[in-house]
C-alpha cells in the first residue's frame, strides 16, 4: 500500500498560483496518482488523475516527473473558494485497490 | 445532478446502543465504499464492496461493525454496540470501475 507524503498546511493570497507537492517513494507500476478537494462539512470531491507527465483539466494540473515519485497539484489564480484540505492518493484504481486519503495539506487563501 | 446521499445526517446515541447508518449510492455505480474521519486519524477507509459483494473490509473492527449492501440501491454500515470512541463522521461513496469516487455528505456520530 503506497503511502503519500504532503505538507499539512500551506497558505497562500487570492490571484496567485499554488504549488501543491506530494512525495509518494513507493509508487507501483500500475499506480496512478489522484487529487481530492475537501472542504469543512462535506465529503472529498475529486480534482484530478495522472500517470505520466501532465495532465491539465478546468480546475488545475498535475506534474508528475519520470520517476513518478512525487507529484505537483498547481492552483492557477486561486480564490477565497479554494480554502479546503488537499489529498493526495496513489493507487490502482478505486476498484482494485485500497486508497490511502491520509491527513492531507490545509490550503488556507487569504484576501 | 447524481449525488449519493446518507442517512441520518446526524446522530447522538448513547454508549451501548446499535446505530444503523445508509447510504443510496449513485445509481449505476457499481462500487460502494464506507470511510471515517475523525481529527486524530483523517479519513479513513473501513470497508467497500463492488457488485455488492464486500472486497476489503480490513479497515473496520469486525467485532462491533458490520457493512452490507442488501441491494444496489442500499449499502448500511452498523455499529454494535457503540461506544464514545466512535464518535467520527462517516462518509459513503460510490463510483464506477474507473477512479473518481463520489462522496455522500457523511453522518456525524456522537456517542456519549
Known amino acids: 500500500l503506497a503511502k503519500t507524503t504532503q505538507p499539512i498546511s500551506m497558505d497562500s493570497y487570492e490571484g496567485q498560483e499554488v504549488n501543491i507537492t506530494c512525495s509518494h517513494n513507493n509508487i507501483a507500476t500500475n499506480d496512478y496518482i489522484t487529487w ?21 483539466n478546468e480546475v488545475a494540473s498535475l506534474f508528475i516527473p519520470a520517476d513518478r515519485k512525487s507529484s ?9 473558494s479554494d480554502t479546503a484540505v488537499y489529498y493526495c492518493l496513489v493507487g490502482r484504481g478505486s ?17 | 445532478d447524481a449525488r449519493v446521499t446518507q442517512t441520518p445526517r446526524h446522530k447522538v446515541t448513547e454508549m451501548g446502543q446499535e446505530v444503523t447508518m445508509r447510504c443510496q449510492p449513485i445509481l449505476g455505480h457499481n462500487t460502494v465504499f464506507w470511510y471515517r474521519q475523525t481529527m486524530m486519524q483523517g479519513l479513513e477507509l473501513l470497508a467497500y464492496f463492488r457488485n455488492r459483494a464486500p472486497l476489503d473490509d480490513s479497515g473496520m473492527p469486525k467485532d462491533r461493525f458490520s457493512a452490507e449492501m442488501p441491494d444496489a440501491t442500499l449499502a448500511t454500515l452498523k455499529i454494535q454496540p457503540s461506544e464514545p470512541r466512535d464518535s467520527a463522521v462517516y462518509f459513503c ?5 474507473g477512479d473518481e469516487q463520489y ?7 456522537t456517542v456519549t
Request: charge should be positive; glycine fraction near 14%; aromatic fraction near 14%.
Open chain 1, 36 to 56: 481530492y478537494q475537501q472542504f469543512p462539512s462535506q465529503g472529498p470531491r475529486f480534482i484530478i488523475q495522472g500517470y505520466k507527465t501532465k495532465v491539465t
Open chain 1, 72 to 80: 505537483t497539484l498547481s492552483l492557477p489564480r486561486v480564490s477565497l
Open chain 1, 95 to 111: 476498484t482494485l485497490g485500497r486508497l490511502y486519503f491520509g491527513r492531507g495539506t490545509q490550503l488556507t487563501v487569504w484576501p
Open chain 2, 93 to 97: 461513496a460510490s463510483g464506477l470501475s
Open chain 2, 103 to 109: 462522496f455522500g455528505p457523511g453522518t456525524r456520530l
